[in-house]
């Protein structure tokens, strides 16, 4: 019996991974998009910072432009290690610093700008959650651009759908038509959740519910990756926990489940201030 024919797929973009190249040194698209996240980011966290009431000075959000690459980098690389591919770094720990070959964890480095975060609060005197409503506005800019890398790179790329009218052959996998869940992630945790914090930050009530746009975040983060999921390949190394979940649904389940402890936390509790008078 012949095989069923496969449908017209979206022709992968061929794009070199390296962006520029002179002479030995070469800049990657995954370096520009981390670049381009913390500061566009920045840019954005400048603006935010100064409405009322205002949290940070312009200094201050120029000074945590450090502390967020370092969390950002620092925790991102060590997520990986210890939750996606511990057993491989302990027998090669000379290649757990090497993250110009690949590997970086969102969730990793979500618990390394916390960190970020408290200790630089805790020094400058600012309030920690309100600091973290104004990161998780910002946070969608990093997601959405390190996504496209992702997708440019043909890394961490969907599952085999040959009935897919949009589906790619992505050149580093095996030559089946498949989901481009790089783009549903870009779509969903970058460009939905940017405009849904940003429409929300606009809401005085919801700037005087400290807490809220950390929850929001939380949630949206949480339900997307654990949605598209299902359609991305898991990692070859891990393949399915327990033979029904991945384990980047394993880390969202937590995450939703704190963003909704923020949520009710933050509107059980009278404002931080009087919105009336501070919009």
Same mark, same amino acid.
């Given at each position: 019996?012949?095989?069923? %024919?496969?449908?017209?797929?979206?022709?992968?973009?061929?794009?070199?991974?390296?962006?520029?190249?002179?002479? %030995?040194?070469?800049?990657?698209?995954?370096?520009?998009?981390?670049?381009?996240?913390?500061?566009?980011?920045?840019?954005?966290?400048?603006?935010?910072?100064?409405?009322? %009431?205002?949290?940070?000075?312009?200094?201050?959000?120029?000074?945590?432009?450090?502390?967020?690459?370092?969390?950002?980098?620092?925790?991102?690389?060590?997520?990986?290690?210890?939750?996606?591919?511990?057993?491989?770094?302990?027998?090669?720990?000379?290649? *757990?610093?090497?993250?110009?070959?690949?590997?970086?964890?969102?969730?990793?480095?979500?618990?390394?700008?916390?960190?970020?975060?408290?200790?630089?609060?805790?020094?400058?005197?600012?309030?920690?959650?309100?600091?973290?409503?104004? =990161?998780?506005?910002?946070?969608?800019?990093?997601?959405?651009?390190?996504? *496209?890398?992702?997708?440019?790179?043909?890394?961490?790329?969907?599952?085999?759908?040959?009935?897919?009218?949009?589906?790619?052959?992505?050149?580093?996998?095996?030559?089946?038509?498949?989901?481009?869940?790089?783009?549903?992630?870009?779509?969903?945790?970058?460009?939905?959740?940017?405009?849904?914090?940003?429409?929300?930050?606009?809401?005085?009530?919801?700037?005087?519910?400290?807490?809220?746009? *950390?929850?929001?975040?939380?949630?949206?983060?949480?339900?997307?990756?654990?949605?598209?999921?299902?359609?991305?390949?898991?990692?070859?190394?891990?393949?399915?926990?327990?033979?029904? *979940?991945?384990?980047?649904?394993?880390?969202? =389940?937590?995450?939703?489940?704190?963003?909704?402890?923020?949520?009710?936390?933050?509107?059980?509790? %009278?404002?931080?201030?009087?919105?009336?008078?501070?919009?």
């Amino acid at each position: 019996m012949s095989a069923a %024919p496969v449908l017209a797929t979206v022709p992968f973009p061929a794009i070199d991974p390296v962006a520029i190249q002179i002479g %030995p040194l070469a800049v990657r698209w995954y370096a520009l998009a981390y670049i381009a996240g913390l500061l566009l980011g920045w840019l954005w966290l400048r603006r935010l910072g100064r409405r009322p %009431p205002a949290v940070l000075t312009h200094d201050q959000a120029d000074d945590f432009l450090v502390w967020a690459s370092l969390g950002v980098v620092l925790g991102g690389r060590l997520g990986y290690v210890l939750f996606y591919n511990l057993s491989y770094f302990l027998g090669r720990p000379s290649e *757990i610093l090497m993250v110009w070959q690949g590997g970086m964890s969102f969730h990793g480095g979500f618990l390394g700008v916390i960190i970020a975060l408290l200790i630089f609060c805790r020094r400058k005197g600012i309030h920690p959650l309100a600091m973290g409503d104004l =990161l998780a506005c910002i946070a969608p800019i990093g997601l959405f651009f390190g996504r *496209i890398a992702n997708f440019i790179n043909g890394e961490l790329y969907g599952r085999p759908a040959p009935d897919l009218p949009w589906a790619m052959v992505f050149p580093t996998a095996d030559g089946q038509p498949r989901h481009p869940s790089q783009l549903y992630e870009a779509a969903l945790e970058g460009l939905l959740l940017l405009v849904v914090t940003a429409v929300l930050f606009r809401v005085a009530a919801v700037r005087a519910r400290r807490g809220t746009l *950390i929850g929001v975040f939380m949630i949206g983060y949480g339900v997307s990756r654990f949605l598209v999921e299902f359609a991305r390949e898991p990692d070859a190394h891990l393949g399915y926990l327990f033979g029904v *979940i991945t384990m980047g649904q394993v880390l969202s =389940l937590p995450m939703i489940l704190a963003g909704l402890g923020f949520l009710a936390w933050a509107w059980s509790r %009278p404002p931080a201030w009087t919105p009336d008078r501070a919009a």
